[in-house]
């Protein structure tokens, strides 16, 4: 069946440092995927998507990679800010319209001051 | 903010019963979707609607029901309600062109007791 699972439930990063959290997939052909950001008792805030012939893409202090051989996303923030504490949640979906996006459970992330 | 809005933010409601929850998609945004998220599930996608026609199913039970109306509000029906059905509902809205990002509502919380 197919899955999406995200490395952890909780990490703790020093502020300042990059923090690299991971999603893998499997018996998924993505066309693309996409990440977003839940903070407690709100609905989850899109970041970034790349498509499955991109390999990298960047937004200011964020970068996603996606690895269709590894059926892997990194999603990295660097100088990680206390303000960046959040969940983060990868999203995959295997046609071009959105069509039943399916999320991981998401990655807790504790930015320490 | 998003601009998608949901209402109610909190209900609460005995077992057996039935229950509507409303949102009004993001203006411009032709397709809704509804997402249900439990602490030990995470983003269950629930069912997805394009100018009024449903257009992606995925885990919704046969006592939940949903539509989009012609102003492209949508709603989704809870009935017989059971304990389990206690979780976070969540609307989202997109332009659904070409792997457009989802605007999510900051949900419903539903507690059934």
């Known amino acids: 069946s197919q899955k999406i699972e995200q490395n952890s439930e909780a990490l703790n990063i020093q502020e300042g440092k990059t923090a690299t959290l991971t999603c893998n997939y499997t018996?998924?052909?993505?066309?693309?995927l996409q990440w977003y950001r839940q903070d407690p008792g709100r609905g989850p805030v899109f970041l970034l998507l790349i498509r499955e012939n991109e390999k990298e893409k960047r937004k200011e202090r964020l970068k996603v990679t996606f690895d269709t051989t590894l059926k892997q996303s990194l999603f990295h923030i660097t100088a990680s800010q206390p303000a960046d504490s959040a969940t983060y949640l990868c999203a995959l979906a295997r046609t071009y319209g959105n069509e039943k996006l399916t999320f991981g459970t998401g990655t807790r992330l504790t930015i320490i001051p | 903010d998003s601009g998608v809005t949901q209402t109610p933010k909190h209900l609460i409601t005995a077992t057996g019963q039935r229950v509507t929850l409303r949102c009004s998609p993001r203006s411009g945004d032709l397709s809704v979707y509804w997402y249900q998220q439990s602490l030990d599930q995470g983003l269950q996608f629930l069912i997805q609607?394009?100018?009024?026609?449903?257009?992606a199913k995925g885990n919704i039970l046969e006592r939940f029901s949903a539509q989009q109306f012609p102003d492209l509000h949508s709603e989704l029906n809870l009935s017989s309600l059971e304990l389990g059905d206690s979780a976070l509902y969540f609307c989202?809205?997109?332009?659904?062109?070409?792997?457009?990002?989802?605007?999510f509502g900051n949900g419903t919380r539903l507690t059934v007791t």
């Open positions: 609607y394009y100018n009024g026609e449903e257009r």
């Open positions: 018996n998924y052909s993505p066309a693309y």
């Open positions: 989202a809205s997109s332009v659904m062109v070409d792997n457009s990002p989802l605007h």
